[in-house]
């Protein structure tokens, strides 16, 4: 083979390996959307009520599987059909409920027993100690730290500590 032929081959091992990738990563890059709303699947929302009805299936001839007690839980989107929202709970339960029973406003619960710290590194100081269960009104999350509102005290806590946010972007 001479050089200009080695030359060409290479270009088409190049565009040929180019063809291949740009498509994979067009698919990792996409994000699922909801046929309803467009918007993000999953994502956080939380409970408007204090009482909310977890449904089998989408619609109100359809039985309650469990009634959600905690207003403000976090839960996860993970579906949509008309008006009515598939969730999953911090405990694994899923099901359907009205879309007027969520609201945008994001809130977490802790997984377990946490300190809550001044700022985003366990050297800054504790405000409080917080129990599993507690939930609390997210304000931000920065890398591997979350700051919201606790029971009145505003501080950090690990992110890995709390359920209602996605991991960190590596």
């Known amino acids: 083979m001479n050089q200009r032929t080695r030359f060409f081959s290479l270009l ?9 990738i740009i498509p994979l990563g067009k698919v990792w ?18 409970l408007k009520s204090p009482k909310v009805h977890l449904r089998t299936g989408p619609g109100t001839r359809y039985p309650i599987e469990w009634i959600l007690t905690l207003r403000n839980m976090p839960v996860e989107v993970i579906d949509e059909f008309s008006t009515w929202r598939k969730i999953r709970d911090w405990e694994g339960s899923a099901g359907w409920v009205h879309r007027s029973l969520l609201s945008g406003q994001r809130w977490v619960i802790l997984k377990e027993d946490v300190l809550l710290y001044k700022a985003p590194k366990r ?31 505003i501080g950090w806590v690990e992110r890995k500590r709390v359920w209602g946010v996605h991991d960190a972007p590596p």
């Open 12 to 20: 088409l091992s190049i565009a040929i390996l180019g063809s291949l």
């Open 29 to 46: 890059a996409e994000t699922k959307r909801g046929k309803i709303t467009g918007l993000k699947i999953p994502r956080f929302v939380s």
């Open 123 to 153: 050297r800054s100081g504790i405000k409080a100690r917080l129990s599993k269960k507690v939930v609390g009104q997210l304000q931000h999350c920065m890398g591997d730290w979350c700051k919201g509102t606790f029971g009145g005290f």
